[in-house]
């Protein structure tokens, strides 16, 4: 991984791009390496990069509370695009300025877990791909990052697909950040392809952040296929 560029400010955004490379094949179990419960793991103090690694398949729920991320880390922005050609398949950003607890229906009190789900809406030639940037683009509160990173697990139904580990580095206090991760999939049987454009939703994913190998956030996801071509859409 490349090392982050040198800031001369706190608000002054960081550039950083980041490369790995999917985990070949359709692995059927995990005999590479030790499995554990998500029960067992939920009974630990600290979580780590090798317990989310461990697990069998996708969370039933969040492995940690939303008031973990002391860091306040908040992602105002998530762009998706083709590698090969450039084309932007998704984007969506937070107003500037956005507050949640200004922006909640009927004065009801806010959903600690908003935002920590997004239903993906892609046409079937996304499957074809090869190449995906990721553009994330998130702030930091007064703590520092050290060893900020993602692990992010993708399923269909009780199979792995694949799995991508990004480091970020470190990240200076009340930063604005921006990183692109490049995901490399691998190619996949077309009958598994057919039957994942005809299960919406039934591909799913964890993303576990962490800083100091101790879990602070988890996000997840779920995917479509069935949208016409050149259609994408996003919806938390």
């Known amino acids: 991984m490349p090392e982050s560029a040198a800031v001369s400010s706190t608000q002054e955004t960081m550039q950083r791009s980041s490369r790995t490379t999917a985990r070949r094949g359709l692995p059927a179990s995990h005999s590479s390496r030790p499995a554990a419960s998500e029960e067992e793991i939920r009974k630990k103090d600290v979580i780590t990069p090798e317990d989310a690694m461990s697990l069998n398949g996708v969370t039933s729920d969040y492995l940690c509370a939303h008031d973990a991320n002391v860091y306040d880390i908040d992602f105002i922005r998530f762009q998706i695009r083709d590698m090969d050609s450039g084309v932007v398949l998704f984007e969506v950003a937070k107003p500037p300025g956005y507050d949640p607890h200004l922006h909640q229906a009927g004065g ?83 009958d598994l392809v057919k039957e994942m454009i005809n299960s919406p939703c039934e591909t799913r994913s964890d993303s576990f952040y962490f800083v100091d190998n101790a879990l602070i956030m988890h996000n997840k996801a779920d995917y479509s296929y069935d949208e016409p071509d050149g259609t994408t859409e996003g919806s938390a």
């Open 108 to 190: 009801d009190p806010a959903d600690p877990d908003a935002g920590r789900f997004v239903r993906y809406h892609f046409s079937p030639s996304f499957l074809k791909l090869r190449s995906v940037g990721a553009t994330v683009e998130f702030t930091v509160g007064d703590k520092p990052l050290t060893h900020f990173r993602m692990i992010e697990r993708h399923f269909f139904r009780d199979r792995e697909l694949k799995c991508f580990d990004f480091e970020f580095g470190f990240c200076i206090p009340n930063s604005r950040n921006s990183v692109e991760h490049i995901y490399e999939f691998p190619e996949l049987p077309a």
